[in-house]
C-alpha cells in the first residue's frame, strides 16, 4: 500500500524558512513522479515542485523558483521541500504526491494528509 506523510510545516516569519518532508511507503521512488503541492484558502491546489519519474529531473511553480528546493533522499526514501525566503502568500496547506506516469500533476494516485504552513507578516 502506498502511504505518504508529511512533516515539517508550521508558523514562521516573513523571510524565514521550512523544511517539509514526505516519508514514502509502499513503493521505490524512482519508481514513481513525486512532488510537492499546495492549497491556500479559497485557491486551486498548484504545483511547487516536482522530481520527475526515473530521470529525477526537478520542476518549480514560477512563485517558488529561486527560493524553494526539492531533494530526495532514496536511502529513506523521504522527499523534502527546502523552503527559503518564505512569503506570507506561500501561506498553504502542503501536500506531497505520487504518481506512476513521469510528471506530477494534481490528478496524481496518491496523495499526503497535508501540512499547514502560516506565513506571517
Known amino acids: 500500500e502506498v502511504q505518504l506523510v508529511e512533516s515539517g510545516g508550521g508558523l514562521v516569519q516573513a523571510g524565514g524558512s521550512l523544511r517539509l518532508s514526505c516519508a514514502a511507503s509502499g513503493f521505490t521512488l524512482g519508481d514513481y513522479a513525486i512532488g510537492w503541492f499546495r492549497q491556500a484558502p479559497g485557491k486551486e491546489r498548484e504545483g511547487v515542485s516536482c522530481?520527475?519519474?526515473?530521470?529525477?529531473?526537478?520542476y518549480y511553480g514560477d512563485s517558488v523558483k529561486g527560493r524553494f528546493t526539492i531533494s530526495s533522499d532514496n536511502a529513506k526514501n523521504t522527499v523534502y521541500l527546502q523552503m527559503n525566503s518564505l512569503k506570507p502568500e506561500d501561506t498553504a496547506v502542503y501536500y506531497c504526491?505520487?504518481?506512476?506516469?513521469?510528471?506530477?500533476?494534481?490528478?496524481?494516485?496518491?496523495w499526503g494528509q497535508g501540512t499547514q504552513v502560516t506565513v506571517s507578516s
Open positions: 504526491a505520487a504518481d506512476p506516469n513521469t510528471f506530477c500533476t494534481v490528478y496524481a494516485e496518491h
Open positions: 522530481i520527475t519519474k526515473s530521470d529525477g529531473i526537478t
